[in-house]
């Protein structure tokens, strides 16, 4: 299974970017996905999961600027994020795991992708 992660880049405070996470190598069946980052110097930290049946949770720090969904057609989840500020810079990462309850530490997930970066500027 491999998960490839994109769609990062340099963008202004306020504005967008879609992340996009396609897996490959299996069928898609993970139970979770969640978006990670880390910035320099800092700890990876979850962002945003999504449940098998399209629940979705989010750190404080993104809710109501960032949308997590699946596309199981496509093998792919997108994190869209909206009103950028320069403190959301950061690598992001995308995760799968086959648990199906909720999970924040980073072990707690079976695959990674490699790593997108996201600079916003102010």
């Known amino acids: 299974v491999q998960l490839q992660a994109s769609g990062g880049g340099l963008v202004q405070a306020g504005g967008s970017l879609r992340l996009s996470c396609a897996a490959s190598g299996s069928t898609f069946n993970f139970n979770a996905i969640g978006w990670y980052r880390q910035a320099p110097g800092k700890q990876r930290v979850l962002v945003a999961s999504?449940?098998?049946?399209?629940?979705?949770k989010y750190a404080d720090s993104v809710k109501g600027r960032f949308t997590i969904s699946r596309d199981n057609a496509k093998n792919t989840v997108y994190l869209q994020m909206n009103s950028l500020k320069p403190e959301d810079t950061a690598v992001y990462y995308c995760?799968?795991?086959?648990?199906?309850?909720?999970?924040?530490?980073?072990?707690?997930?079976?695959?990674w992708g490699q790593g997108t970066l996201v600079t916003v500027s102010s």
């Open positions: 995760a799968a795991r086959y648990g199906s309850s909720w999970a924040t530490a980073p072990h707690e997930y079976d695959y």
């Open positions: 999504i449940i098998r049946g399209s629940s979705t």
